[in-house]
């Protein structure tokens, strides 16, 4: 019997790349018309780099940047990058299709529901409130809540004694394989993989079920819990 669905957050309720994507974009195109000598490609190819140096999450990225290519911070061309930045990610940040629909019935089936991510505990709240999410989970475990990073165990098990759930009873979702599945595989979860929101596409997957659009997950767990109502 499911009773209780753990979410990802990045890339399993949100199009977390795409928006990071456009945001970046966008900073860099107010950067450049700020007055920062650089081209487009340049530009975008440091602020990478940065990126796979300090995490995706890194907050600071271009007061680097900025500082690496101009010797300095530059609190014109900062704003303005900062700016675009901000208005391309909320206009860019939305519930992957069919998620809110999926999530109101897991709820009217009686189902729990929380998230455990990576993110930092603000940006996966800033992430949740946005979206109008943040009333709908009762449990939500960020990275600053254990100190570590999916696929340890605390994560999983920290979700899990707060929902008052035994592993057995909860399932994952989540696109990334190596963390996702494998970390709530290891502590006796079931797994659904988000193919839908697979950022890599060359991932070994591992996982118990995999979803094309998020929706499959409610014939996933109608499956599971009418067989064992008729057993």
């Known amino acids: 019997m499911i009773r209780a669905v753990i979410f990802d957050l990045d890339n399993t309720l949100v199009d977390f790349m795409a928006m990071k994507r456009q945001a970046i974009d966008a900073a860099v195109v107010a950067m450049i018309d700020a007055g920062l000598d650089l081209t487009f490609e340049k530009i975008r190819a440091h602020i990478d780099q940065i990126y796979q140096e300090q995490g995706i999450e890194y907050q600071r990225v271009f007061d680097q940047l900025l500082q690496e290519c101009l010797g300095r911070v530059d609190y014109r061309i900062l704003s303005a990058g ?14 992957y299709p069919h998620a809110t629909a999926t999530l109101m019935a897991l709820m009217r089936r009686g189902i729990r529901l929380g998230v455990v991510s990576d993110a930092p505990a603000r940006e996966a709240w800033l992430r949740l409130c946005h979206i109008n999410y943040h009333h709908l989970f009762e449990v939500v475990v960020t990275y600053d809540d254990t100190g570590e990073r999916k696929p340890s165990p605390k994560p999983f098990l920290a979700a899990l004694a707060q929902l008052g759930i035994p592993p057995k009873e909860a399932i994952m979702v989540g696109d990334w394989a190596e963390r996702d599945m494998v970390g709530a595989k290891n502590v006796g ?3 659904a993989f988000a193919k839908y929101g697979d950022a890599f596409g060359n991932q070994n997957v591992s996982a118990d ?14 499956s599971i819990n009418s067989s064992v109502s008729t057993q």
């Open 189 to 191: 979860m079931l797994t």
């Open 82 to 95: 900062i700016i675009a930045y901000r208005r391309a990610r909320e206009a860019a940040l939305t519930p």
């Open 209 to 222: 079920f995999v979803l094309e659009d998020i929706s499959d997950l409610l014939t996933v767990i109608d």
